[in-house]
Structure formats: C-alpha cells, structure tokens
C-alpha cells in the first residue's frame, strides 16, 4: 500500500524519528519501521506511517445512494 498522499505535514510538532522516517508520523511507533508514504513535510521529505495509521488516514470513499424504481 503506497497511496501516495498528497497531505504536507507541519514538522514543527514531529520528533526527530518521525521526520526521518524512522516513526510512524501518527503513533510513533518504530517497529515494524513505518512504510507507508502518507505525506510530505515543506521541504518535500517524504513522510511515513504504519499499515493501521495509513489506512486510517485514508480519504473516505463518498458513498453514491442509488434509487431503485418504485414497483
């Protein structure tokens, strides 16, 4: 999963793991190492987080009602 997110994150509130990738940008979890890129920071570095932290951070799907014909 590598969505490629376009979401530019402020480093100012990230730790020093974080920033180089060796953190989830969410959780902060170091292990496994984070893989996921889900952003980047103002001088375009690549941000990373875990599987779970990724997914939630995913764009929710808009849901599209469809109306059956009235029998």
């Known amino acids: 999963m590598d969505w490629h997110g376009t979401a530019t994150f402020d480093p100012e509130g990230l730790?020093?793991?974080q920033r180089d990738g060796d953190a989830c940008v969410v959780c902060h979890k170091r292990w496994p190492r984070p893989r996921v890129h889900v952003g980047r920071l103002p001088d375009s570095s690549r941000v990373l987080?875990?599987?779970e932290c990724a997914e939630a951070l995913?764009?929710?799907?808009?849901a599209t009602v469809?109306?059956?014909p009235a029998r």
Do not use: M, N, Y
């Open 49 to 51: 987080a875990c599987l």
């Open 66 to 68: 469809v109306g059956f």
């Open 15 to 17: 730790s020093w793991a």
């Open 58 to 62: 995913l764009p929710a799907v808009s």
